[in-house]
């Protein structure tokens, strides 16, 4: 079977869905493996890098498409920057990549109609034997680091203790909402950076893990549980949120940095930070929404902007995977070459709906969407668009 790499097309997108190390382990599985010129220069890998790899370059995006049995991309498939990738595929082409079905259920519904077998990475559940595909995962952790790094560009004072001849001024205080992968991460960033660190998550069950990285936990104790399972959070009842605010209040009141992580089923960013919250927060505090590519935590954020309210600044940054593509791309590719070789052999992926993992990751084949999920967002939008 042929896997083809093309160039993304989505604005602002550095990453590319598979490196030259994967290539090269692909290659010794059986397949062979196509690149689009130039897809992973914006990664740090050239051209040269993917020969030496014995990966094969490619000029013609859309004859790589159309040949390709199996797809691999970071974005779902799209028609934008004037290339009609969506359209160039195949019905017998399966697409692996991390497609965010629930963000965007239409676009799944294309590329259903297409025909392609689809699998979404981001879904793929948090079991030890899928923890080495889990691109969700991965890249949240990226988002974690990097993030901790914009607040302490950004906040005008040291984040660790330093003393001098001047005197000591002492450690700036980063509290963290929301200590699954992101928020962990975030954590032990800020801890190395000497900061005065401290988090809290609707999950209890959480709070050794904060604590491992060195954070003070925080919580409240909730009247019904807000645990989802496979590591995520869900909603909580009114009271609980009532009981929540509070708390928040006097947290963000005595932080300078807050970093927001929160994600429901790791795709939907609840509203956690208020207005009256941050007008709570001193003047030169940041407050930094990892979770703006879901709509954003803090009621201020606007995603992809920053903005400041009565001194307080909400950074609200989009893909920030995308800033850090070198790494970035050489997780995700690892996560996709494993998925790949888990269900293959000798050259050849096998579908096979009743899998555990593919089952919960499969969107779409046959012309249809199969993911129940996918099809009861889409059936609100349909719903939505006739009442």
Known sequence: MKIAVVRESRPGEHRVALVPESCEKLRRAGFGVAIESG???AAGYDDDAYRSADAGIETDAE???QS?????TVNPPANRDGRAALDWINPSTIVVGSLMP?????????LAKRGATAFSTDSIPRTTRAQAMDTLSSMSSVSGYKGVLLAAVALPKYLPMLSSA??????????VIGAAVAGLQALATAKRLGATVSATDVRPEVQEQIESVGARYVGVELKKDA???????????????????EMLLDELAKSDVVITTALIGGVFAPKIITREMVRSM???????????????NCELSVPGEDVEVRGVRVMAPLNL?????????????????????????????EVDADDEIQGECLIATDGEIVHDRTRDALRELVNEATS
């Open 102 to 110: 629930l963000r965007d259920p239409r676009q799944m519904e294309a």
């Open 63 to 65: 004859s790589l498409v």
């Open 321 to 349: 995977p995308a800033t850090m593509p070198e790494h970035a791309s050489l997780l995700f590719s690892r996560n996709l070459t494993n998925f790949v070789e888990a269900f293959s052999k000798e050259g050849e992926f």
């Open 282 to 296: 001193r003047p030169g505090s940041i407050i930094v929404d990892l979770a703006a590519d879901g709509g954003g």
């Open 227 to 245: 645990s989802t399972g496979g590591g995520y959070a869900g909603e909580l009842s009114e009271e609980d949120r009532e009981r929540q605010r």
């Open 39 to 41: 897809a992973g220069v």
């Open 166 to 175: 001047a005197g000591t001024v002492f450690a700036a205080r980063v509290f």
């Open 68 to 72: 390709a049995d199996i797809l691999l």
